[in-house]
């Protein structure tokens, strides 16, 4: 009986060893949410050593940390239930899947978990400052600011848009997801961390956008943001164009407009655009911005429908004076217009576009 009690005991002890070894982000309840939680900063370190199971470090401890590789440390932000991040699993292991590279997990749960967003945007600023903290100690041990990477969502955006404001911008790279956020009544910078001048290199969305660096540097004057945009599926890319309209209708017309491409060799590409009703007025000039998954060098019709989004009533006319096509990947493809069209509503209207004239200066 005795033997079996030590045998008990000593597989409490070894399981108590297991879960400190490997911990895991804080998981908090909504009653959490509901009564407000302090701050407290944990960061754990994943690298290719110990893809699942985590390592506490501090600005003391920088466990198996390598300065000589690239860091990037993934903020997650506001939490009003109090429950862990579903994507920052997949997010850690693509990582280190694409990189050998050290990956921090930045929780700051208990602190981010209220159901009062301005309680959590007035804790990013000390986040922050925990952060510089933590780089200061890896610059010490002979890491570079251009190594340092961050991925910032939501409320974690702003808050690497501070770090790399306290650094002067010289971090490596800020992929910013869903900062668009109001952060409050705080007194540091009404605007969020990432509209500041002086903030690093700032990247919204998901490519691989190290060799856009020395580009924008070249700048004059430099560029710090640029924005990308992917789709839902591979091969992910996005081309952009804008679709200019000038109509002549009497009266207003309200509805949305799809767009599609197509090339002598057959291939077709629709428009993208998450519809919200454009407003018309005669002679004013709309700008919609078009969304491809598919790059046409050289188009050769290009399609229209209008829709006011009714299902029962009068159908409407859009009539427009000039249609013009204009990519923004490549400004200096020639931009292509059409003249005194008449669309049906929800009726494709299909035609060839021609050069635009060049405008005499």
Known sequence: MLRLYFFISLMCLVKSDTDETCPSFTRLSFHSAVVGTGLNVKLMLYTRRNWTCAQVINSTVLGNLNVTKKTTFIVHGFRPTGSAPVWMEDLVQGLLYVEDMNVVVVDWNRGATTVIYNHASSKTKKVA????????????????LDDIYMIGVSLGAHIAGFVGKMYNGQLGRITALGYKEPLGNIDFYPNGGLDQPGCPKTILGGYYADNWKEYLKQKDPPMTKAFFDTAKEEPYCIYHYFVDIITWNKNIRRGSITIKLSDRAGNITESRINHEPAVFQKYHQVSLLARFNQDLDKVATISLVFSTGSVIGPKYKLRILRMKLRSLAHPERPQLCRYDLVLMENIETVF??????KLLM
């Open 352 to 357: 060839q576009p021609i050069p635009c004239p």
């Open 129 to 144: 400052i925990v952060l510089k903290g933590f780089i200061d100690q890896m610059l010490v041990q002979g890491a570079s």
